[in-house]
């Protein structure tokens, strides 16, 4: 079935750095690449998506890029802050059954540090 | 604007116990979900429902129930509860597939012991 591989499991970064995170999916046909951020003792929030039409987008700090050829994604953070730490979670459509669907990588922990 | 709220927010069960998990949105979403997340493993697909009265199976469906009687509900139930069935359980809504992505509830934290 489909899958999504996710790496690093974890990061540290210091602040101002950059941090990317980097995710591959099996299904050639998916089409919508989300990203969440979850912290402590809450629900995964949606900070970006991107679909397979375009290659790449940003969002004043965070920006995703799309390789289609490659089946991979990933989550570029800049000028990180001490607030950006959390749990990020990408995540791929898969169509089966006669609908849409998300597939979650397992996530990647992101330790940034003042 | 609540968005999705999941009640209880912990539980302890013994195990063989029942028990019911509520979702409830107010966004007019058609689609709700239940996942699972557990360490290392992400988010898993339990069960989820394209509009009132339907359900239907996610990846790991075993062990657990749902029911979707009214648009704003999804309840999630466990007959006969296990300790694999330890975990922290997040409901989430959509509109139609995943064309405006996902809202999550803040979660159940529940262990089986």
């Known amino acids: 079935g489909e899958n999504v591989e996710q790496h690093p499991s974890t990061l540290s970064v210091q602040e101002g750095d950059s941090a990317v995170i980097k995710c591959t999916y099996s299904?050639?046909?998916?089409?919508?690449f989300p990203w969440y951020k979850q912290e402590l003792g809450k629900g995964p929030q949606l900070i970006i998506d991107?679909?397979?039409?375009?290659g790449e987008k940003k969002d004043q700090r965070i920006a995703v890029t799309l390789n289609k050829t490659a089946k991979h994604f990933s989550l570029h953070i800049t000028e990180t802050q001490p607030e950006d730490s959390a749990v990020y979670f990408c995540a791929a459509s898969m169509f089966s059954g006669g609908y849409n669907k998300l597939i979650f990588g397992a996530g990647t922990r992101l330790a940034v540090h003042p | 604007n609540a968005g999705v709220t999941q009640t209880p927010k912990f539980r302890v069960l013994k195990t063989g116990q029942s028990m019911t998990l509520l979702c409830a949105q107010d966004?007019?979403?058609?689609?709700m979900y239940w996942y699972r997340q557990d360490p290392g493993m992400g988010l898993r697909l339990i069960h989820y429902?394209?509009?009132?009265?339907?359900?239907a199976k996610g990846e790991v469906p075993d062990g657990y129930n749902v029911s979707r009687l009214k648009k704003q509900n999804f309840l999630l139930g466990l007959e006969s509860a296990a300790p694999s069935q330890t975990s922290v359980y997040f409901c989430a809504s959509s509109y139609w597939d995943t064309h405006l992505g996902y809202t999550f509830g803040s979660g159940t934290r529940l262990t089986v012991v």
């Open positions: 299904d050639s046909a998916s089409n919508y």
């Open positions: 966004m007019n979403h058609e689609y």
């Open positions: 429902s394209v509009g009132e009265g339907t359900t």
């Open positions: 991107i679909r397979s039409n375009v």
